[in-house]
């Protein structure tokens, strides 16, 4: 384990940014298919965990019910046994909003029944120390939100880790903090794709410098994720905006779409796009992460952080890992 080093000459010394960090990554596929490419390039990686999706939680028609649920299945398949998992749950933030104290005890009953079920029957005892719990919640929100971790962790027996929103950062002391050792923070999504504006909504350094203007304030340990993924931005003749998951420029250098601008594109002819029919003239727009991006990402990183941490991507697939060298993700 090689550790972000601290200079010690001086107390203001920044750090090697080229230092090694522990590397994971998410794994939030609908199913556990991982070719021996991809185990292979977690090998090389020295990978360490794998922050395993479950299932979510949402509220439908009033009722608090689990939803894409995950099927058990042996880890010991899919990486190295020196591989750790740490099984994650998604909860919509909605599930909290108007929410019944005297619901907390069946919900976190539910759900750590449903991680027991899943996550047991393919994961070691050893392997299973820690449960993530991804939610976005607001200031409206967080005391539901925060007394469920509390109450999960009592439950589980487990170390509980939630995930953080670079606006919880910034704004903490609306947002509050969640009562838990370890957050995540969630270094992407720096703007909302439909807004127009020219940066890429996936990773803009100077939105992500904003947010993280007061970092060392913030009173928790905090690890990082990383964007390793791209979509397209397809707008029809109406000018309605849907996402594609997944597409790159590479996706679309072909006859079937004309390039108008660096990351714009012209659709030529009526096709499927990733499961998307889209019709003809309709326009994409990729955003995508570069390794260029991401080093600069974590140089900044290093430089405010200037600690060691851990770095999470998100996430693991083979079509995204094509785009990144071994040194790009170390």
Request: overall charge negative.
């Amino acid at each position: 384990m090689i550790g972000l080093l601290i200079g010690l000459a001086s107390c203001s010394q920044k750090t090697d940014w080229k230092q090694k960090h522990n590397i994971s990554f998410y794994h939030w596929k609908s199913n556990y298919n991982v070719d021996e490419e991809v185990r292979e390039y977690t090998r090389d990686l020295e990978c360490q965990k794998v922050y395993l999706h479950l299932f979510d939680v949402i509220k439908k028609d009033g009722v608090i019910m689990p939803t894409d649920e995950l099927v058990p299945i042996d880890t010991n398949l899919l990486y190295a046994d020196s591989v750790k998992f740490v099984p994650v749950v998604f909860i919509t933030n909605e599930v909290f909003m108007n929410f019944d104290p005297a619901q907390m005890n069946e919900l976190v009953y539910n759900v750590s029944s449903l991680i027991n079920t899943i996550a047991f029957a393919g994961m070691k005892a050893e392997n299973f120390s820690e449960v993530q719990i991804d939610c976005d919640w607001t200031q409206t929100t967080k005391e539901n939100y925060f007394n469920f971790l509390t109450a999960l962790g009592e439950r589980m027996e487990k170390e509980i880790s939630s995930t953080i929103r670079l606006h919880q950062v910034k704004d903490k002391d609306v947002m509050g903090v969640p009562p838990v050792k370890k957050g995540y923070l969630m270094c992407y999504a720096t703007s909302d794709p439909r807004d127009g504006m020219n940066s890429n909504s996936i990773l803009d350094m100077q939105l992500l410098k904003n947010y993280t203007a007061n970092l060392q304030s913030y009173p928790l340990d905090l690890d990082f994720a990383l964007p390793l993924f791209s979509w397209g931005i397809v707008t029809n003749h109406q000018g309605k905006i849907k996402l594609v998951n997944g597409i790159s420029k590479a996706d679309l250098d072909n006859e079937g779409f004309k390039k108008i601008s660096d990351n714009r594109y012209k659709v030529l002819e009526d096709c499927f796009l990733n499961d998307l029919y889209i019709n003809k003239d309709f326009t994409i727009e990729v955003e995508e992460i570069t390794p260029e991006l991401l080093v600069e990402a974590k140089k900044y990183l290093d430089d405010k952080v200037n600690k060691e941490y851990n770095i999470v991507y998100y996430h693991l697939s083979k079509g995204f890992l094509k785009r990144f060298s071994i040194n790009d993700l170390n």
